[in-house]
């Protein structure tokens, strides 16, 4: 049995999103708002990097796509969106195949 060709593409879609999420613990690659903790913060966007997700940083405060400061939303937030593109540019830009013609004798 043949797998789907949409399940083919998903699960490259989701390696991709675990490397990708891999990755942004070590190089900032997450659209974020930092700001210092201060009574009335002032956020300026940037690029994060994921911090470790059962700690907390200390002296700075960030959104992760502007709508969460934890770290653990902030990794399945860039696995989501990781997996998501990749999913549709795997979509839009794989190969068709053609019809083959089999001249093979049985």
């Known amino acids: 049995m043949q797998t789907p060709k949409y399940l083919k593409i998903l ?9 990708v999420s891999a990755v942004s613990f070590v190089i900032p690659l997450i659209p974020c708002k930092k700001a ?7 956020y300026a966007w940037g690029m994060c990097k994921l911090a470790n997700p059962f700690q907390q940083l200390v002296g700075l ?3 992760f ?7 653990t939303a902030g990794l399945i937030l860039q696995f989501l969106v990781a997996t998501a593109v990749f999913m549709i540019a795997f ?3 794989r190969k068709r195949a053609g019809k083959i013609l089999d001249l093979t004798t049985k």
Do not use: C
Not at 36 to 42: F, L, Q, R, T
């Open 65 to 71: 796509y502007n709508i969460s400061t934890d770290n």
């Open 36 to 42: 210092p903790v201060i009574v009335d913060p002032v």
């Open 61 to 63: 405060s960030q959104k």
């Open 91 to 93: 979509t839009l830009f």
């Open 11 to 19: 699960n490259k879609a989701v390696i991709f999103g675990i490397v």
